[in-house]
């Protein structure tokens, strides 16, 4: 364990930290010995909770369904920015962690990260700086980043060039569609810019990227049809650029993968073969690790109805957060201790799970109420006049989309299927 | 300067910390000599910049307006949960700051704060444990905690009894709207509640509070409606219960005021008198710290409206974020370094402001582009297809709700008139 994660581990948490009842400052390392229970009603809620078996059980099902496909995993670490879940994925065979921003990256290196895929063009002079100083000081480190424009990749080689001479920084060409996000847009534009990039001593031509997670809308059809367009045209472009002898290194790397289409991604990876050399293909799924109550669900849904049996087991929601009642002033609704600081709505608004009463032997189902509205601190949950739900009762919630809710808590409890906490991990935003 | 402020101005800053372009550790204390200017590209971006000049004129401003209107301010802390505004709120002549939970007290009462309203029913017996652990622990600390339930009031009464058996709790009891947030319904449903409060020894009815800022909707005049029928409902209540003999204390406080209508309140305030002792009119406003560009600012307009030349130089917006143009893959669109990670976009997105193009000699307005989406670290700006911003380039953008975007910062750069950075804030949630 590096002396950050060391650090971490026997830090001193103060009162004021949410979701921890302190009255007195408590090392990290010492909160599984405390004794606590979501359910008994005794923290300070909100509380955000991670299952530790479900954790697990992704984690596993994730390495599994990458080993079967041929694909190597480099899991969005902007998801979690937990360096205990990147242990926990790296320990779970993830070949390499993705980060969005130069700030991340540098928060994974501190945290031990190696291997990092920065899934975006870094532009600023200060951020390339900050990695190729990174690649200079530290001959362990790697890193494989994106360059979509010529511009961009002509900041990279010169501050490559001038900070870490000694390497040369492996770079992969990010193609994009029409309406879509970063990226060249088309093989066309993509290829001009692969003989661009080729031509720059200080960068390595690795690979093609791309991002089909993006299109989760309504229009489910529509949507696929991009996701298919955008994994035909990186094959297309991998091949093309290959042929041409554009790509640098023993290998060639070729990367795609939220969470919502990873099983397109890995077919259409497999179907490519015959380069020059060997291929390396790498998922970049970050919300596979808590999955959701939300969109997620509803996509691992859609996986399942795609392809059955390998599926039945699949990714299973391992965050909830738990509310306290903290007033009931009309018989339809009452107001719970968790807002827009601590639940995701940017997709949709969390869903009810569970109630319990602490004393009571355990949760009930709770379908008969939505949470209509949230404030900054509170959500205003609507339910059945009749509800016995109380002043100082719990609800449990589910959220949709694991990133917008892990960037509202510096700390998120681990239970066990009790809800008996049994840890922690910090998180770095 | 407190024991934790001191330690805040002196530590240590990790690469990592968005916003600063750290390849090595930086003392916070330092930061205004390194010589950064937002405007010269050199920073990592996205970066959160508080102009000086703005706070400090919103800080008098306020101050000014409260001494006029004849109120105390208390400041809701949670906008900002950041100490060192808190202390130049404080500094500004505010009475006390107010927050929303007892984690957020907490971390006030570490950084030196010693009076507060805790504008919410604490319910959690960890979080009534906590507060009355302070206030037993602390004889220099005041808080001031609302009551809107007989069940919330006996948890209060029980716990003090327990913890902090030497001092009774001054509580205000919260009226509430239906339709709306928290506090007991209607004056009738109050009075009875009071009359309960003023039974239990170890609390003190201290005052009335409401909260008429959560109708800020489409419908201008329905909203009026509401906040006016509060407001009037706070004044009857105060009277009957002044009446009825239920306050304790030496003065009667009564509360209300977001950053919407707190010219409303203080008239409503202000022609309330002839009770049986001094009336203490305790203003809670947040927002007003920053505005912003969007809901807030809107607002403001409205004020000016109403009252003309008290509001013409009334409370300015603060707070600017400024992204990098990360890449410009279609003529009609860029993607900048910004996201639901940086800025709020629970009431609108983020707007254009302006844009710079480092070395030249000032930003010019960005008028003719939108923000028509964003992703968790990208926000797609829709532009002009002549426009001549580039890869590199910078975008300024004002946003719509200052609490959903101080809590995505835990570092803010300040900076003067010209964009040098003269400082920094730090944010704990």
New interface residues.
């Given amino acids: 364990m590096n002396q950050a994660m060391q650090a971490l581990r026997t830090q001193t948490l103060?009162?004021?930290?949410?979701?921890l009842?302190?009255?007195a400052p408590l090392r990290q390392d010492e909160i599984a010995a405390q004794g606590y229970n979501v359910l008994d009603?005794?923290?300070?809620?909100p509380v955000a909770v991670l299952r530790q078996s479900t954790l697990d059980h992704n984690l596993a099902w994730m390495r599994d369904f990458a080993e079967r496909a041929g694909t190597l995993l480099a899991p969005h670490g902007?998801t979690t920015m937990s360096p205990q879940l990147f242990q926990a994925q790296l320990d779970a065979g993830a070949w390499a962690i993705t980060l969005?921003?130069?700030?991340?990256l540098?928060?994974a290196h501190?945290f031990g990260v190696k291997r990092v895929v920065l899934a975006?063009?870094p532009?600023?002079?200060?951020?390339i700086?900050?990695l190729a100083?990174l690649l200079h000081e530290d001959a362990e480190f790697q890193a494989w980043v994106l360059v979509?424009?010529v511009?961009?990749a002509a900041?990279l080689n010169e501050v490559m060039t001038r900070v870490a001479p000694q390497r040369r920084l492996p770079v992969l060409l990010e193609l994009?569609l029409?309406g879509?996000?970063?990226?060249?847009?088309g093989v066309d534009a993509a290829f001009a810019l692969a003989r661009d990039i080729a031509a720059m001593p200080a960068l390595a031509l690795a690979g093609i990227e791309g991002y089909e997670g993006?299109w989760t809308g309504a229009d489910r059809a529509a949507d696929l049809v991009r996701v298919r367009a955008l994994l035909e045209q990186m094959v297309a472009l991998t091949r093309r650029c290959d042929a041409a002898g554009l790509f640098d290194g023993d290998e060639i790397l070729i990367s795609a993968g939220g969470s919502a289409y990873f099983d397109f991604v890995a077919d259409a990876f497999a179907a490519l073969d015959g380069l020059s050399r060997p291929l390396r293909r790498v998922l970049r799924s970050g919300c596979y690790l808590t999955s959701d109550h939300g969109l997620y669900h509803g996509l691992q849904q859609e996986m399942r109805t795609r392809h059955g049996a390998e599926f039945r087991h699949g990714l299973q929601p391992a965050l909830e957060l738990w509310a306290?009642?903290?007033?009931?002033?009309?018989p339809g609704l009452a107001?719970l201790?968790l807002g827009?600081?601590d639940a995701s709505?940017?997709i949709e608004l969390p869903r009810p799970l569970q109630w319990h009463r602490p004393g009571t032997p355990a949760p009930r189902p709770l379908r008969e109420a939505r949470i209509a509205k949230m404030?900054?601190?509170?959500a205003?949950l609507e339910l059945p006049p009749e509800h016995p739900l109380?002043?100082?009762d719990l609800v449990a919630v589910g959220i949709s989309h694991p990133?917008?809710t892990f960037?509202?808590w510096?700390l998120m409890l681990l239970s066990d299927d009790g809800y008996r906490v049994v840890g922690a991990i910090n998180t770095?935003?």
């Avoid at 969005?100 to 991340?104: C, K, M, R």
Wanted: net charge positive; glycine share 12%; with cysteine.
């Fill in positions: 103060l009162p004021g930290v949410k979701g009842p302190l009255r009603g005794r923290l300070s809620y902007k969005a921003t130069i700030p991340q540098r928060v501190r975006n063009q532009v600023a002079y200060a951020d700086e900050s100083g979509d424009s511009a961009g900041r994009g029409d879509g996000r970063t990226g060249a847009r993006l306290m009642v903290q007033s009931r002033p009309e107001l201790t827009k600081r709505y940017d404030n900054d601190q509170h205003y109380q002043v100082g990133c917008t960037d509202k510096p770095f935003f």
